[in-house]
DNA sequence: GCAGCCACAGTAGCATGTTACGTGCAATTG
DNA sequence: CAATTGCACGTAACATGCTACTGTGGCTGC
């Protein structure tokens, strides 16, 4: 069982610790594991084969990233993510992201801007198929590449983990393929603002569209969760002053 | 050495990993840990007495904040913080707790009035007596109490894992006494707009408030790493847009 | 029927053995 | 003398044993 069988194809570079983390987080947006039910590092080590250690290591930076809970001496729960939880990632990258937008078209060169239209024809591509997955990897890239362009390294790293939380809802829900034509037809302007340098343009376009995406996967948090709230109101009450 | 005898008390709460990370983190403020030098898990686990378990485990989750760096085969490091780090989580801190101070105005109650004026009372008395540690300590405490009235509890997780990386700085370097009675009266009329529920006022002394901090931590930084750069620029490349 | 007690199962946390790998050094060779 | 290769050492990463603790269900007594 705990025998280093086929499925130990190490994939260089990738340590266990990191595939347990990823394994965790796929298992999540599939709906593979169930959002608060209790899961023990016992259980999840002999189902991926390997021992308990990685897969603690792994959990508890999962933990420290606020997407699982342990629950002393009972096992771990995947942290569901309530539509307030929603509202306030988004209230967080707008407060992030718009002034990144805008150091970004600052710092704007040629070689940026072919990165940028790379990754916007294959955003158009995947849209056209559908391809959900595809699609999101690239969107994050996207926003990545913004965040790198701003010289905000640190930022990266906290919004590629607050994009954890939300994706499982984001994944989930969002099966309208109008929508992936929509999100995509929101980042155009952004990446156009920047290629030629206009800061308060892409600023204002990515308020734009993070407020889209925002409210929409709010709007969707609460309807999945047959919540009687009221998404504006919510919004309002988390973005006021960001 | 390794069995276990007295050391064994259970001590709620605290669990070994946390010791750990508390131990490095005092470790570098103190300067008993040198930036850049390389440790090994197993050293340290020797040093305190304990296996490498927990060592490991705390050392992973200080990784994950950005305080260390695990070099494979070959030890951990400190990494060091620059003059640019600190300008941009001084950008960051910005971005969030400008606005969270805003928040917290439109939420002001008398019992968040009086843990206001409690804190503030408790850091006149550590600046007189010129007790840094303790200062810098309610500081974190007054920002904290902040983002918490603002019902930002992912921006206090964020904050407070950015402090850890300037703070060694800060203890190090600021010496002055002045300094602290000079940062308190720039506490008063963040706290002073809070309690009054004036979320513009607020905001704008928060702001006021972290730009000096900044500012003065920028230049500190520069001076001690014997670095050759303007401070004003630097912090007017990051925070531009903020 | 209800409350308190107790025994049981499962878990987190810690200790420690094992393995494979990166690094620097020294010996060897062209 | 310089470049290359082989080797020894120290380390991270992983595996696994162990123990104390805690929540849970069944049982007993009232």
Partial sequence: MTSPHSRTLPQRGQSLTDQVMNHVRHSVVTGEMEVGRLYSVYQLAEQLGISRSPVRDGLLRLEEAGLIEFSRNRGFRVIP??????????????????????????????????????????????????????????????????????????????????????????????????????ILGEHAPVIEAINAGKGQEAAAAMREHLTRTGQLLVSQAITAQHLDLDPDELWRDYTTGY
Avoid: W
């Avoid at 993510?81 to 992030?96: C, G, K, N, Q």
């Avoid at 002034?99 to 239209?117: D, E, G, W």
């Avoid at 996207?142 to 701003?150: E, K, M, P, Q």
């Fill in 81 to 182: 993510t309530s539509p307030h939880d929603v509202a306030e990632i988004f209230s967080l990258r707008l407060a992030l992201e718009v002034p990144a937008a805008l150091r970004a078209a600052h710092a704007s060169t040629p070689a940026l801007a072919a990165t940028f239209n790379d990754l916007e024809a294959h955003m158009r591509s995947a849209a056209e198929r559908g391809s959900l997955d595809e699609f999101f990897d690239l969107d994050q890239q996207v926003h990545d590449t913004i965040l790198s362009a701003a010289g905000s390294n640190r930022v990266r790293g906290i919004v590629n983990r607050l994009r954890d939380s939300t994706r499982l809802l984001g994944v989930s829900t969002a099966g309208k393929e109008r929508s992936l034509t929509e």
